[in-house]
Structure formats: C-alpha cells, structure tokens
Nanobody, 115 residues
Framework: QVQLVESGGGLVQPGGSLRLSCAAS????????MAWYRQAPGKQRELVAA???????NYADSVKGRFTISRDNAKKVVYLQMNSLTPEDAAVYYC?????????WGQGTQVTVSS
C-alpha cells in the first residue's frame, strides 16, 4: 500500500515563499515520476509540477519561474519550493506520481496566500 504525506503548507503573504514536502511510503521510490498537484475551492485538481526519474522537470505555465520541484530518492521525498506566491496559488497541494495513483491521494497541505 502507498502512503503520501504532504507537509509544509501554511499562511503566507503575497510575494512570500513556502517549501512543501511529500514523504512517500513506497518500496521503490526512484522508479516513479513524481508530481505536485493542487486544487482550489470550486476548481478541478491540476498538475503544478512534475519531475521524472532522471530529474527532468516541467511546470504549469502559471508557476514557471516561481516554483521548483525536486526529489531525494534516498529519503523518498519530493519537494516543491514556491516563491513569489500570489493569492491565485492558494489551494490544497497534493503529491502523487505522474500520472497519479487514483487510489492513493494523501490528505494534502493547505496553502493560503493573504495579506
């Protein structure tokens, strides 16, 4: 069974930064492309950033240049560094593999951007 535990969210002012972490309990983490997704109230869940097994990354246009995804295979953790946050970035952030396991979403971590 897979467990994904996200952390690091919180309340931040516009222009601020947060670093999200996701610990994955999978037997072999390094074989999966991983990603961060987010879901804002009333909106569908969307892909924010992804990182492949060989560390190639891609980002949604809305976060390019502001967010950075990374991974630590030894720790089985994927990170999302978020800079220059805007109110439009407010959402619950989830990690999962890419494409996602539909049965194994974690609880997510709430990001609130407000002054």
């Amino acid at each position: 069974q897979v467990q994904l535990v996200e952390s690091g969210g919180g309340l931040v002012q516009p222009g601020g930064s947060l670093r999200l972490s996701c610990a994955a309990s999978v037997f072999i983490f390094r074989i999966y492309d991983m990603a961060w997704y987010r879901q804002a109230p009333g909106k569908q869940r969307e892909l924010v950033a992804a990182i492949t097994t060989d560390y190639n990354t891609n980002y949604a246009d809305s976060v390019k240049g502001r967010f950075t995804i990374s991974r630590d295979n030894a720790k089985k953790v994927v990170y999302l560094q978020m800079n220059s946050l805007t109110p439009e970035d407010a959402a619950v952030y989830y990690c999962n593999k890419s494409p996602p396991w539909n049965d194994y979403w974690g609880q997510g971590t709430q990001v609130t951007v407000s002054s």
